[in-house]
Nanobody, 124 residues
Framework: QVHLAESGGGSVQAGGSLRLSCKVS??????MGWFRQAPGKQREGLAS???????MYADSVKGRFTISKDNGKKELYLEMRNLKPEDTSMYYC????????????????????WGQGTQVTVSS
């Protein structure tokens, strides 16, 4: 069993930065990642990381967002820079037993564990 708890969301102006954290309780899965979902839109995979530290990113955030983890603390992070109004969304932490590529395969998300989310609002 696993419990994921996100924190670090908030309101920021365009061009600003935020750092999201996700505390993991219970099992530490092979891959973890960050997703977001805005009202009326489909959930979107943003960044994932495997146990060996390999990462992958969606094109929409590549170069602006950085995913990292601290195995000792059992925490996952998402550093977000140069935020844009279109980044406004609920951000979710997730873990799953498959490879990091599951990030971009919505049909495989049925085995994902999800946190409750943290809201990020970017104003222009």
């Amino acid at each position: 069993q696993v419990h994921l708890a996100e924190s670090g969301g908030g309101s920021v102006q365009a061009g600003g930065s935020l750092r999201l954290s996700c505390k993991v309780s219970g099992r530490w899965y092979l891959s973890m990642g960050w997703f977001r979902q805005a009202p009326g839109k489909q959930r979107e995979g943003l960044a994932s990381i495997q146990n060996d530290g390999t990462t992958m990113y969606a094109d929409s955030v590549k170069g602006r967002f950085t995913i990292s983890k601290d195995n000792g603390k059992k925490e996952l992070y998402l550093e977000m820079r140069n935020l844009k109004p279109e980044d406004t969304s609920m951000y979710y932490c997730s873990s799953w037993p498959g490879s990091m590529g599951v990030l971009l395969a919505p049909n495989m998300w049925e085995f994902n564990n999800w946190g409750q989310g943290t809201q990020v609002t970017v104003s222009s």
